[in-house]
């Protein structure tokens, strides 16, 4: 006897639920390098402008009505809106060499993360400050690198890129309302920014079958 519809909803919504399981345990060996990339970010904004207090901290805009959240509307909150994938970097080796042998490894993914940066101080000529004080440090420092970001905060010691970009990055009257609509907050000073790139490895070496023999096939007439 075939099955009901019923049982075949509750069994595609069981292995849904099965494969979203194994999809958030891959992703969540990201999340860290993800984090310290937009820490570090806020750390460089903060030495920069030598403040007693951080100037920009990272944590979620969507909660800044929260009087329990503990994020301050005199700072700028770093909150992270999306992540994209860098699809120009998408088609890199499988294999690598590891102890002169040859080894299988799913490609590094490459990542952009745009970011918003927003004040919700209680003046708004305040507010508008901040906001453009975000703007002159970017203005004046764009690209990081090893060289250029020494110590205290230093470049990501997990980071598997060499440079990370900062570019404004400008939306449309109706994609902030549909930002801000996602957020479920009203508008308040803000500035987004897309930050390229961050690379994610987090898959084990496999061992790649030895080539003992080639044959080569040639058709003759």
């Given amino acids: 006897m075939g099955w009901s519809i ?3 909803a509750n069994a595609l ?3 849904l639920a ?3 399981a194994v999809c ?3 992703l969540n060996s990201c999340f860290p390098m993800i984090a310290e990339t937009i820490q570090f970010i806020c750390d460089e ?8 207090q951080p100037f920009v901290a990272m944590s979620n805009v969507a909660h800044l009505e929260d009087a329990n959240s503990g994020i301050s509307k005199e700072n700028v909150i770093a909150t992270l809106v999306n992540i994209e994938e860098e699809k120009t970097l998408k088609n890199g080796s ?4 590891d102890d002169d042998k040859l080894k299988k490894r799913n490609p590094t993914i490459f990542l952009n993360l745009y970011v918003l940066f927003t004040c919700g101080h209680g003046v708004h000529y305040d507010a508008l400050k901040n906001i453009t004080k975000v703007i002159k440090f970017f203005q004046r420092k764009s690209v990081f690198t090893t060289e250029n970001s020494p110590p205290p905060n230093g470049f990501p010691a997990d980071a ?7 570019d404004l990055f400008t939306l449309n009257f109706e ?3 549909h930002l801000w609509g996602v957020l479920g907050g009203k508008y308040t000073p803000s500035v987004l920014y897309k930050i390229r790139i961050v690379a994610i490895q987090d898959s084990a070496l496999q061992d790649s079958p030895e080539i003992k023999e080639i044959e080569a096939n040639a058709n003759q007439n």
Avoid at 45 to 52: K, L, T
Avoid at 94 to 97: A, D, N
Avoid at 160 to 166: A, E, M, P, Q, R
């Fill in 24 to 26: 958030v345990w891959a």
């Fill in 6 to 8: 019923f049982a075949f």
């Fill in 175 to 177: 994609q902030i309302n």
């Fill in 94 to 97: 499988h294999y690598v060499i």
């Fill in 13 to 15: 919504l069981a292995w």
């Fill in 160 to 166: 598997l890129v060499s440079k990370i970009i900062v």
């Fill in 18 to 20: 099965y494969e979203l």
């Fill in 45 to 52: 904004i903060n030495d920069y402008y030598n403040m007693p």
